[in-house]
């Protein structure tokens, strides 16, 4: 079963800094795009950012300038560097990408369980 799992959440004080991970289980192959989602308490799934296969990124207008998406394509992960938090960050943060089913060899988009990142003003 092609799983993404996603670590890094936590508790951190506004103007902290963390950085989410997001994995490919097992043998998984994933493609591009691969972004990040967040959705915070009433609200709807929202992207943050995302990249290309070419490492073309683009970000959310209220991540832009404080957040960094990358990925490491010879171990599968991708990250997500949050600086300069706010208390309107809080969400539980998603990743996503095309990634290989090998029953049907068809890529399929799948999404990371979420990971909760909560901050304190």
């Known amino acids: 079963q092609v799983q993404l799992v996603e670590s890094g959440g936590g508790l951190v004080q506004a103007g902290g800094s963390l950085v989410l991970s997001c994995a490919a289980s097992?043998?998984?192959?994933?493609?591009?795009?691969m972004g990040w989602y967040r959705q915070a308490p009433g609200k709807e799934r929202e992207q943050v950012a995302a990249?290309?296969?070419?490492?073309?990124?683009k970000y959310g207008d209220s991540v832009k300038g404080r957040f960094k998406i990358s990925r490491n394509n010879a171990n599968n992960t991708l990250y997500l560097q949050m600086n300069s938090l706010k208390s309107e960050d809080t969400a539980v943060y998603y990743c996503?990408?095309?990634?290989?089913?090998?029953?049907?060899?068809?890529?399929?988009?799948?999404w990371g369980q979420g990971t909760l990142v909560t901050v304190s003003s």
């Open positions: 996503k990408a095309p990634c290989r089913d090998s029953d049907s060899d068809e890529y399929l988009e799948v």
């Open positions: 097992g043998d998984t192959i994933c493609s591009s795009p």
């Open positions: 990249i290309s296969g070419g490492g073309s990124t």
